[in-house]
T-cell receptor, first 111, second 114 residues
Framework: KNQVEQSPQSLIILEGKNCTLQ??????????LRWYKQDTGRGPVSLTI?????NTKSNGRYTATLDADTKQSSLHITASQLSDSASYICVVSPFGNKLVFGAGTILRVKS | SQTIHQWPATLVQPVGSPLSLECTVE??????LYWYRQAAGRGLQLLFY??????ISSEVPQNLSASRPQDRQFILSSKKLLLSDSGFYLC?????????????FGEGSRLTVL
């Protein structure tokens, strides 16, 4: 069964600190992996998309890594800001149109 | 540039009443369109997707239906709402074709069924 598991479920960090969110998946065959940021009550916004041949991709202070062998991905946030408070969703795509969504990690950045 | 509009943003409906959520996309042609539902603490669940006018695929049996009367319009409906239909509904679009197509979401519609 295709599944995406994210950890931790929630996380609180101080402003300016770094953090890393984890994503493990069992989706096969694998096409691509995406990270989305979802502010409370809003639609998700794409941060990165990585295919199986890509190991890392950055978007500003966000850096995603992918290990297709171990089926793991991480999202690293550098020098966190209050505006980073959101839910971060890992999404894995097998070939085709149907995406498999993780439940998300809720990040709260406090001053 | 492309934009996606979804409305209403929030609505409270009694059990047994009808539902219509509307989504429109601007700035692109022949998009793939999607309706998702998001429950608290769970991943997004795909309800319907469409690759063209009048072409609707349903992912899960449920009390809802979808229609695509125009190329860039996608409507989610119900004839009689159930309590279990409460949730956060998201419309999304992607460019047609296969491959790593980016998925763009609307702002969502919060439905509360009482």
């Amino acid at each position: 069964k295709n599944q995406v598991e994210q950890s931790p479920q929630s996380l609180i960090i101080l402003e300016g600190k770094n953090c890393t969110l984890q994503c493990n998946y069992t989706v096969s065959p694998f096409s691509n992996l995406r990270w989305y940021k979802q502010d409370t009550g809003r639609g998700p916004v794409s941060l990165t998309i990585m295919t199986f041949s890509e190991n890392t991709k950055s978007n500003g202070r966000y850096t995603a890594t992918l290990d297709a062998d171990t089926k793991q991905s991480s999202l690293h946030i550098t020098a966190s800001q209050l505006s980073d408070s959101a839910s971060y969703i890992c999404v894995v795509s097998p070939f085709g149109n149907k995406l498999v969504f993780g439940a998300g990690t809720i990040l709260r950045v406090k001053s | 540039s492309q934009t996606i509009h979804q409305w209403p943003a929030t609505l409270v409906q009694p059990v047994g009443s009808p539902l219509s959520l509307e989504c429109t996309v601007e700035g692109t042609s022949n998009p793939n369109l999607y309706w998702y539902r998001q429950a608290a603490g769970r991943g997004l669940q795909l309800l319907f997707y469409s690759v063209g006018i009048g072409q609707i695929s349903s992912e899960v049996p449920q009390n809802l239906s979808a229609s695509r009367p125009q190329d860039r319009q996608f409507i989610l409906s119900s004839k009689k709402l159930l309590l279990s239909d409460s949730g956060f509904y998201l419309c999304a679009w992607s460019a047609s074709g296969t491959g790593a197509r980016e998925l763009f979401f609307g702002e969502g519609s919060r439905l509360t069924v009482l």
